[in-house]
Structures are given as structure tokens and as C-alpha cells.
């Protein structure tokens, strides 16, 4: 069963506010449009990766897509881990591009897209880490020792062509394209058939998973050095992108389209979420959303039902949980980048 199903992640939710609010002429940054297409092009591949095991028996298993831990001061990320009550699964998804070809000797990937190579740490050792960081996650939260651990790295395109140019044997064991995982999980199954974990234990490790999951929120004003000079301000159409809506007794109507719609605000709030902070005050929303009203701002904020702290002039609300966030986003001029990935 799937206990925690994936959700756009913040990294993208980000980057899509933020090319929504950036002012235009800031838009054609080759490092931001780059980093928002890789990010894009991650996620798709974690998609396929569910969707391939949306389709395999669940009886027995625990399926989490996407977890964030911490162990020893540092996170690390797992993009699906699958228990049972005989081993552990820790797979990651790659969505690389044209030809990939694996170097056991330095254990690095080169990838040949045209005439252009990139090189990539070996994603095994990034697996083989995973592997070991969760293992001491497990002593550390739960402490639990020596549950069989298996890791593999899925490549989600089929036409990715890859290459083991010292014949590893051990690279096709554990890094192969997505149609493989099912045949794999089969042989996991044969392979481990003593249940070492206890329903009990299992809802321990489930409840702990749950509870210790921190996704990671990317500052992107401060990693491309942006200022407020630089983002609009205002509520925008999610029909044609103008700027900026104007409020009609209880709906908003663009200025361009005259298109009309009721629930505008809710998108621009939760952008100033994702760029700026996880709290907004009534002054603070007035400032983004450009209006003078503290009374409809008030009720705008209200509306969305966000988690309250304080009162009165100190009233602080909430950001709402990343499950909560439109997992459909408007983002302008980018119908080309997402055409090439």
C-alpha cells in the first residue's frame, strides 16, 4: 500500500513561482531556466517509477514516494522506499537523456547527448550511501540492526541507451531502466523469505517515516541573488499570466483578458510562501497582493483556512502543507523548455 504518495516537491512548486512572478526581462536566466528544466525532468521520472509500481502486487508492502530524513546533522533523500517485513528497498529514479555510459573505475557516468558529454558521480555510490545513511537511521530512531537493505537505480526513459564499458557485472544488478523493476522485486521476494519484522516494529518504522519526513524548500531569491526589485507584486491571471487582477465585490477580473475568477488570491499567496517565507501577516499580504484594505485582506487570508498564531496586530499565518499545494501550475514562457526535456 502506498503510505505516502508523491506531490510536486517543493523544488519545482519554487521555481514555478518564481517564473510566474519574476519580471520578464530577469526570465531568460540560462542557469535558472536550466536547473527549473532538470527539476522538472526529475520529478517525470519519479512519476513513471510510481506509475511502474502502481501496477505491481502491494500486499505486504509499504510504499513511500519521496522521503527526506536526517541522520548524524545531514539529510538525504530517498526517492522511493518500499518495506516489508523481510528487507528493505531504496530506489532512485534517473531520467537521463541519450547515452549514458558507466566507468567502474572511476565511478563516474558519462552522458552523450549530440556532440555534448556531461559527467555524473556514479548515482550507485549515491545508493550505496543512501543505503547506509538509512541504516543508521533505523539504529539511531528505532534501533533496529542488520534488516537486509537492497538498493537499485532506475533510468525512467527506455530509450536511454546504457553502456558498462569495463563489463562491471555488478552494474546491471543495480542500475537498469524502470521496465526491469517488477522482474527485480519478484527475485527480492525469493530471495528473502524470512519475515524479521513484526507488524508491530513495521507500524513503528511506518509512524517514525512519517513523522521524521522534512522536505527540502529551496531559497531561489537568495540562490539567483534576486530582490524584492525584482518580482511582481499583485495578483495575476492563470489565463493568460497579465498582471494584475482587480477585485469585484467578491471575484477577481483581469485587466487583459477580462477573464474572472474567484479564487485568485490563493495562488498568489501561496507564491509569496514559496519565495519568501512560510508565514504572512495582514501588512505583508496587503504589500504582495497590492491592496489597501486591512479588513479584505483579513478575509482573503481567513478564506484559505491557514493555521493561525498570535492575535490581533501580531496574528501570523501559516503556510499549508506541501500536499496542499495546486500540483497544476501556470507558468509563462516555459512551454519550450518543457518541449525539449
Not at 527539476?39 to 501496477?55: C, H, M, P, V
Not at 544488478?173 to 527485480?184: G, I, Q, S
Not at 465585490?249 to 514559496?274: G, I, M, N, P
Amino acid at each position: 500500500m502506498i503510505r505516502k504518495k508523491r506531490v510536486k516537491p517543493y523544488d519545482l512548486l519554487c521555481y514555478e513561482a518564481l517564473f510566474r512572478r519574476l519580471k520578464e526581462k530577469y526570465r531568460d536566466n540560462k542557469t535558472l531556466n536550466k536547473e527549473y528544466v532538470n527539476n522538472l525532468a526529475g520529478y517525470r521520472g519519479e512519476q513513471t517509477l510510481d506509475y511502474k509500481l502502481s501496477i505491481y502486487p502491494q500486499k505486504g508492502l509499504y510504499v513511500y514516494q519521496g522521503l527526506r530524513l536526517k541522520v548524524n546533522n545531514h539529510f538525504f533523500q530517498i526517492d522511493t522506499l518500499i518495506l516489508s517485513s523481510k528487507f528493505i528497498l531504496l530506489v532512485e529514479s534517473k531520467n537521463y537523456k541519450g547515452q549514458v555510459k558507466y566507468h567502474s573505475d572511476s565511478d563516474q557516468l558519462i552522458r552523450t547527448i549530440g556532440k555534448n558529454e556531461d559527467g555524473f558521480q556514479s548515482p550507485l555510490l549515491q545508493v550505496q550511501s543512501h543505503e547506509m545513511q538509512f541504516s543508521s537511521w533505523l539504529q539511531q530512531h528505532l534501533s533496529l540492526h542488520a534488516i537486509p537493505t537492497e538498493s537499485y537505480v532506475v533510468i525512467s526513459d527506455p530509450a536511454t541507451i546504457l553502456q558498462n564499458s569495463q563489463n562491471d557485472p555488478a552494474f546491471y544488478e543495480k542500475m537498469f531502466h524502470v521496465d526491469k523493476l517488477l522482474p527485480k522485486l519478484d527475485e527480492l521476494k525469493i530471495k528473502y523469505t524470512r519475515n524479521l519484522l513484526s507488524k508491530q516494529v513495521m507500524h513503528s518504522i511506518d509512524e517514525k517515516l512519517l513523522q521524521q519526513d522534512v522536505p527540502r524548500q529551496p531559497d531561489l531569491l537568495k540562490q539567483y541573488n534576486l530582490t524584492n526589485d525584482h518580482v511582481i507584486k499583485g495578483i495575476q491571471c492563470n489565463n493568460c499570466g497579465a498582471f494584475p487582477m482587480k477585485k469585484s465585490l467578491k471575484k477577481w477580473q483581469c485587466t487583459s483578458c477580462l477573464h474572472v475568477d474567484f479564487k485568485a488570491h490563493e495562488r498568489a499567496l501561496l507564491d509569496y510562501f514559496l519565495l519568501y517565507q512560510p508565514t504572512i501577516t495582514n501588512n505583508q499580504a496587503r504589500e504582495f497582493l497590492q491592496i489597501g484594505s486591512e479588513k479584505t485582506a483579513y478575509t482573503l487570508l481567513k478564506s484559505m483556512d491557514l493555521r493561525e498564531t498570535g492575535k490581533n496586530k501580531a496574528r501570523v499565518y501559516h503556510a499549508p502543507p506541501l500536499e496542499n499545494y495546486p500540483q497544476h501550475s501556470f507558468v509563462p514562457n516555459k512551454k519550450k523548455a518543457v518541449m525539449e526535456i
